[in-house]
């Protein structure tokens, strides 16, 4: 596509993202949450977008909006559907792209197909999910996850952070809760699923390149360690004979560091974000540390491997420094792979816009990983400034998001046909 052409797109698509961000529960910050009026007001604004983009807008019984475009004429029972989605909930005092730019790059790119072929030979579903930060309810991808058949009712009875049931607010949403199994695409029709995001991360940026192909969206293992000591004081107890819980905690720590390292080309990544220590004092030498260890790559074998060897190197440690250590497991989710096809059909388009597609894993959690229960799936992310997100600070450029769009058209005209025979 010609600069000033990906340059108009872009700017189209900022003009949107800055219109969605006005609609906030709160005057000077962004915060959009599942089943609120600002979701009713931002759901009504991406239907009229897709309305005037060409198509047939619906919504489920979970406030997904559906902008369809049906395929060539005859093929109407036949054809498959390519989904194109993202979300449209926000952090608190969230940026304005997380999301939001997957959804508007979806309705823009159908837009031109629409304009340069009138309809495909297969169809394409524009999805705007609503719950996939997980703000208000303590549950996440309910509603991508009920497009791919996986609602569990359950979920109905959780309470959000107002104590507002969910079963209550999607009533007062307007929804029937009796629908919801009616969300659920038949695999049949469901070709593949892609998603733009912004990368929310420094790799795009530190590589110079716009747009980058995601490998898979990584797995992930939480755990929670309690390292148990013994106090004394700090000036009488000499080093050789203490039992300091920290000291083990921050052996541990470096152990993971290590781990992680050592299979950077899984893009695994090894966190310590919180740490409590007892008794807490400068002068008493800590008798308990209680951290949590955050793991996540993109292979589940290598990950469980890693975490095997961090319980061997705990129980060295524990052993040498008499503490004792207890692990337990807070948290597993599974790494979700894309599509090689996919992924090969998004890094020609990036090619095709004067781009290297960098490979890259996504450790943030998105909505494809519900939507991966249905079809195959993939990402393309888009360089945003810093890496920062979930912060009013995100930013991405109007020639990146341009540049994105672009590359969305180019993937839709050539759009594996393999994918419409399975
Ligand atoms: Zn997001």
């Given amino acids: 596509m010609a600069e000033d052409d990906l340059l108009a797109l872009g700017r189209e698509a900022e003009a949107m993202i800055r219109e969605l961000a006005e609609v906030s529960a709160e005057e000077g910050r962004l915060v959009r949450l599942y089943l609120t009026p600002e979701h009713r007001r931002a759901a009504d604004l991406v239907g009229r977008w897709m309305a005037e983009a060409g198509l047939d807008v619906g919504e489920d019984a979970l406030g997904t909006v559906k902008g369809r475009l049906p395929p060539e004429g005859g093929r109407r029972n036949a054809a498959r559907r390519l989904l194109i989605g993202s979300h449209i909930d926000t952090v608190i005092d969230a940026g304005?792209?997380?999301?939001?730019?997957?959804?508007?790059?979806?309705?823009?790119?159908?837009?031109?197909?629409?304009?340069?072929?009138?309809?495909?030979?297969?169809?394409?579903?524009?999805?705007?999910?609503g719950d996939e930060e997980g703000s208000r309810f303590p549950v996440t991808l309910l509603s991508s996850g009920a497009i791919a058949g996986r609602f569990d009712p359950a979920a109905l009875n959780v309470e959000s952070v107002d104590g507002i049931r969910l079963?209550?607010?999607?009533?007062?949403?307007?929804?029937?809760?009796?629908?919801?199994?009616?969300?659920?695409?038949?695999?049949?029709?469901?070709?593949?699923?892609?998603?733009?995001?912004?990368?929310?991360?420094?790799?795009?940026?530190?590589?110079?390149?716009?747009?980058?192909?995601?490998?898979?969206?990584?797995?992930?293992?939480?755990?929670?360690?309690?390292?148990?000591?013994?106090?004394?004081?700090?000036?009488?107890?000499?080093?050789?004979?203490?039992?300091?819980?920290?000291?083990?905690?921050?052996?541990i720590t470096l152990a993971l560091e290590r781990l992680a390292r050592r299979h950077v080309d899984d893009?695994?990544?090894?966190?310590?974000?919180?740490?409590?220590?007892?008794?807490?004092?400068?002068?008493?030498?800590?008798?308990?540390a209680v951290f949590s260890v955050d793991l996540r790559s993109q292979t589940d074998a290598k990950r469980l491997d890693a975490l095997a060897s961090l319980r061997g190197e705990i129980e060295a440690i524990a052993n040498r420094r008499g503490v004792t250590v207890r692990v337990e497991r807070t948290h597993e989710m599974p790494a979700t792979p894309c599509d090689p096809t996919l992924q090969a059909g998004f890094a020609a388009a990036v090619a095709g816009q004067g781009g290297?597609?960098?490979?890259?894993?996504?450790?943030?959690?998105?909505?494809?990983?519900?939507?991966?229960?249905?079809?195959?799936?993939?990402?393309?992310?888009?360089?945003?400034?810093?890496?920062?997100?979930?912060?009013?600070?995100?930013?991405?450029?109007?020639?990146?998001?341009?540049?994105?769009?672009?590359a969305l058209i180019e993937f839709i005209e050539n759009f594996d046909r393999s994918f419409l025979a399975r």
């Fill in 96 to 129: 304005a792209y997380d999301g939001t730019l997957g959804v508007i790059a979806g309705v823009l790119a159908v837009r031109e197909i629409v304009r340069r072929h009138g309809r495909m030979p297969f169809g394409i579903d524009v999805l705007a999910f």
């Fill in 167 to 251: 079963e209550d607010a999607l009533r007062r949403y307007g929804k029937d809760p009796a629908e919801i199994g009616k969300a659920a695409y038949d695999p049949e029709e469901a070709a593949a699923y892609v998603e733009v995001h912004i990368e929310q991360g420094p790799v795009l940026e530190q590589a110079g390149e716009a747009l980058g192909v995601v490998t898979a969206i990584a797995g992930q293992s939480r755990h929670t360690v309690t390292v148990v000591g013994e106090a004394g004081h700090a000036g009488t107890v000499p080093m050789a004979l203490r039992h300091d819980a920290l000291a083990a905690a921050a052996e």
């Fill in 267 to 288: 893009f695994m990544v090894g966190t310590v974000g919180r740490i409590s220590v007892a008794p807490g004092a400068s002068n008493v030498i800590p008798a308990r």
């Fill in 356 to 406: 290297e597609a960098i490979l890259l894993s996504s450790g943030a959690g998105h909505d494809g990983q519900a939507v991966g229960a249905l079809c195959p799936i993939a990402m393309l992310f888009v360089r945003c400034r810093q890496g920062v997100s979930h912060n009013p600070a995100e930013f991405t450029s109007i020639g990146d998001m341009g540049r994105a769009i672009a």
